[in-house]
């Protein structure tokens, strides 16, 4: 069974950057995509980035040069760097972990851009 710890999260100004990080525990770690979604008061959890065990990248359109996900598989840690946020990407951000077998979540850490 993977557990998936998130931090990072925390209030910001607009223009501002943060970074979140979510640390897994059990199961095999390179072997996983590893996600980060978001979900905003009212909206629909949407998939932010996504990294395969091998490093290939995705990112929502919204996100695409603001946003960098990578990954550390020898500490088995996943990373979203987060520059010129605004105020519209406020929301809680969860890491997942997915696999063959897998799709474990973290319990979400809280990113609010506000001045």
């Known amino acids: 069974q993977v557990q998936l710890v998130e931090s990072g999260g925390g209030l910001v100004q607009p223009g501002g950057s943060l970074r979140l990080s979510c640390a897994a525990s059990g199961g095999i770690f390179r072997l996983y995509t590893a996600n980060w979604y978001r979900q905003a008061p009212g909206k629909q959890r949407e998939l932010v980035a996504g990294?395969?065990?091998?490093?290939?990248?995705n990112y929502l359109d919204s996100v695409k040069g603001r946003f960098t996900i990578s990954r550390d598989n020898a500490k088995r840690t996943v990373f979203l760097q987060m520059n010129s946020l605004k105020p519209e990407d406020t929301a809680v951000y969860y890491c997942?972990?997915?696999?063959?077998?897998?799709?474990?979540w973290g319990q979400g850490t809280q990113v609010t851009v506000s001045s």
């Open positions: 997942n972990l997915s696999g063959a077998t897998i799709s474990s």
């Open positions: 990294i395969t065990g091998v490093g290939s990248t």
